[in-house]
């Protein structure tokens, strides 16, 4: 799939967002290697805690429906500076592959990719553990 086309998925899914104490609505799209699509938004809560970004919702649907070959995910959140996976989301990711590109955009013509091992050099993961 076109960069292109997954970062504008990830921009409609951006706006189901639910977000009403930060304002700031982020959007994602995952692609696997074998062509199937899954979308996330990011969900706030009053308590903050349990507010979850829309990089690993988009991951858990994934995840939850039989699928680990994932080869992308675009982000979209604010249209005036680059929204980037924040730490939590990119040891998250981690766990599915280093390999895997982040597109961060902030609209369909001003994005960058990076592979998550860029992201998140020294990363820990299944690797790390002993077996």
Do not use: W
């Amino acid at each position: 799939m076109e960069d292109k086309l997954l970062i504008k998925i990830a921009m409609e899914a951006r706006e189901k967002s639910y977000s009403p104490y930060s304002k700031y609505k982020v959007g994602a799209a995952v692609y696997t290697k074998s062509g199937k699509v899954f979308t996330g938004c990011n969900i706030e809560s009053a308590s903050f805690t349990p507010t979850i970004c829309a990089e690993r919702v988009a991951f858990t649907k994934c995840i939850s429906e039989g699928y680990r070959d994932i080869d992308k995910i675009a982000v979209v959140g604010s249209e005036i500076k680059t929204s980037f996976p924040c730490g939590v989301c990119r040891q998250f990711m981690v766990e599915f592959g280093k390999d895997i590109k982040v597109i961060c955009a902030r609209n369909l013509d001003s994005y960058s990719v990076y592979t998550l091992e860029e992201l998140l050099p020294h990363s820990f993961g299944p690797e790390d553990l002993d077996k």
